[in-house]
Nanobody
Framework: QVQLVESGGGLVQAGGSLRLSCAASRSVFWFDAMGWYRQAPGKQRELVASVTSDGTTNYVDSVKGRFTIFRDNAKNTLYLQMSGLKPEDTAVYYC???????????????WGQGTQVTVSS
């Protein structure tokens, strides 16, 4: 399996910033897309931000204007820059990479271990 290793989580006050890192064992351009998911207490996991191999980015509405996803190919690393953090951003954040493996749309998914982000009010 491809390995994804996250770092950068922690405790921050509302309005603060954090940058999450996801170090990959493969080129970040090997994946068809990469993204950051989060799972907050009492909620289902949601896709927060994604970037496709051509550089197209997408964000869930609740983080638009505050979060930025980007890749550094030289470091084989995916980042999530988070600013203007809110208590509702508190969650375990997971790095994900996926790749289409057949014409029927089946995907191979690769996951990081998760990193806790806690935003205090």
């Amino acid at each position: 399996q491809v390995q994804l290793v996250e770092s950068g989580g922690g405790l921050v006050q509302a309005g603060g910033s954090l940058r999450l890192s996801c170090a990959a064992s493969r080129s970040v351009f090997w994946f068809d897309a990469m993204g950051w998911y989060r799972q907050a207490p009492g909620k289902q996991r949601e896709l927060v931000a994604s970037v496709t191999s051509d550089g197209t980015t997408n964000y869930v509405d609740s983080v638009k204007g505050r979060f930025t996803i980007f890749r550094d190919n030289a470091k084989n690393t995916l980042y999530l820059q988070m600013s203007g953090l809110k208590p509702e951003d508190t969650a375990v954040y997971y790095c994900n990479g996926w790749k289409i493996v057949n014409v029927e749309g089946a995907k191979a998914d690769y996951w990081g271990q998760g990193t806790q982000v806690t935003v205090s009010s």
